[in-house]
């Protein structure tokens, strides 16, 4: 079958993303399949390119990846959706192929979007295996009801498949082929993506991360994950940094710790960055992580009140937060504090105690995101009924935040835009640009 892979991903703010997901179920496609990846993130003109592919390549089945809903501003989701809706009516007015919709933004609230989109299937999750097993059915006549996790429609019911018994092993997949996203994201930015493990035990309220992969988790080797990053370095001369793109680097601390002696082992020659989390970071992690050349850390910390954090269900309180950045000052890695403020149940009283407490903990640089809720914009209510509250949550964080410098707000354009982001990249700067706020401090 001819199958046209598409990575509707347009966001470059900090900076655009390896749409690693998409080629990891390209990757999987048996051979007897023609595929091709369509990468609109750097295109002109994304409506006409797909319009284009179609007119050349005459796709059988279409895979549509929606890696986000909200953009980087996390101002809401209306502006993705439009988007979205607009590439389907093209396609749709071009071809009758299937269209397949996956990806992380999908599976935030896949059933409202299968008919707010208008798609023919969606894969909730991990799609590798689930999207070989569905273009079979697709070639073959046979139904669709033993795909895992898959949306469709039954004479204008949507119906929905249960999930596979097991994930599966990621030392057991093919490895995505980058080239087939182009040289973009290595020339412009420098900046590669790698995963080391897919699945997270925790329970955070808001977050997607086990729904899609589960929360189970299954490491890669660290030596093919080092392997990849040497051999992609090799490959692209360009790339200055890669970002772990694991939900939680640091759980567990003995992964992350092994990952860290085999980028010391092999003299890994590049910078990168992780995701980390409070509870399993402590002291010899840290130094282990500057010794294999990391340059900072994102921390989702939340919140700077402890009700709020059991609340959100972090599964630690402020004083893990404390001990991290302790662990972090004293091995000199740098840490950027993630805190949502806003969130469902929180009052004003609440964002000034987070506020307070990030400016007492210091941490080198912090990001202030202003709680939007992703059901929104399929639901205008709800999102009448925050407008007030959020707008009274951002004067206050752009009060506050005018006296730090590296303090970013996405929503409020403070430290954060693409002019910006544009002078820090022309000056040669590479990797999370957060580190380079202010590099005299």
């Known amino acids: 079958m001819r199958v046209a892979l598409i990575s509707a991903d347009r966001e470059k703010l900090p900076e655009p993303v390896v749409p690693l997901g998409v080629l990891y179920v390209m990757a999987q496609l048996p051979e007897r399949h023609r595929c091709e990846l369509w990468d609109l993130c750097f295109e002109p003109d994304p409506i006409a390119r797909v319009q284009r592919g179609i007119d050349e390549f005459q796709p059988e089945v279409i895979g549509l990846g929606i890696r986000n809903l909200q953009s980087a501003i996390h101002s809401g989701t209306s502006e993705n959706l439009a988007y979205y809706q607009r590439l389907i009516a093209a396609i749709r007015k071009q071809t009758r192929a299937p269209i397949v919709l996956g990806g992380g933004g999908f599976g935030v609230d896949a059933e409202h979007l299968m008919g707010h989109l208008s798609a023919d299937y969606g894969i909730v999750g991990e799609g590798e295996q689930a999207f070989v097993q569905l273009l079979a059915a697709l070639e073959s006549g046979d139904e669709v009801t033993d795909v895992p996790s898959l949306l469709y429609f039954d004479r204008r019911r949507l119906r929905r498949t249960p999930a596979a018994a097991t994930f599966p092993a990621l030392d057991g997949l093919n490895p995505p082929d980058k080239r087939c ?43 093919q994950v080092v392997a990849e990053m040497v051999s992609q370095k090799e490959a692209h001369p360009a790339i200055e940094h890669f970002f772990i793109v694991d939900s ?56 700077g009140v402890d009700r709020v954090l059991e609340r959100l269900k972090k599964g630690f309180k402020k004083d893990k937060i404390e001990a991290l950045h302790k ?28 506020l307070d407490f990030c400016e007492n903990l210091d941490p080198f640089a912090a990001i202030m995101g202003i709680w939007v809720d992703d059901e929104e914009a399929l639901n205008p209510k709800l999102a009448a009924s925050r407008a007030g509250f959020r707008r009274e949550v951002s004067d206050l964080v752009g009060a506050r935040t005018q006296k730090h410098s590296r303090w970013l707000v996405p929503a409020l354009g403070i430290n954060f835009g693409e002019k910006l982001f544009d002078v820090l990249r022309r000056s040669g700067l590479r990797g999370p640009l957060w580190q380079h706020l202010n590099p005299d401090v």
């Open 327 to 354: 662990h972090c000052v004293q091995t000199g890695l740098k840490d950027c504090h993630s805190f949502i403020v806003g969130t469902t149940g929180e009052t004003l009283e609440d964002v000034t105690a987070t």
């Open 181 to 223: 996203a182009g040289p973009s994201y290595f020339q412009m930015h420098g900046v590669d993506s790698v995963q080391s493990k897919r699945g997270c035990p925790m329970e955070c309220t808001y977050c997607t991360y086990p729904l899609l992969e589960g929360r189970t988790i299954r490491e890669r080797d660290p030596v």
């Open 248 to 303: 939680v680097f640091n759980l567990p601390p003995r992964h992350a710790k092994a990952i860290c002696r085999e980028m010391i082992s092999q003299k890994l020659s590049v910078s990168w960055s992780c995701c980390a989390n409070p509870p399993g970071f402590d002291r010899e992690l840290a130094e282990l992580m500057v010794e294999a050349g990391c340059s900072g850390i994102d921390v989702g910390s939340d919140s």
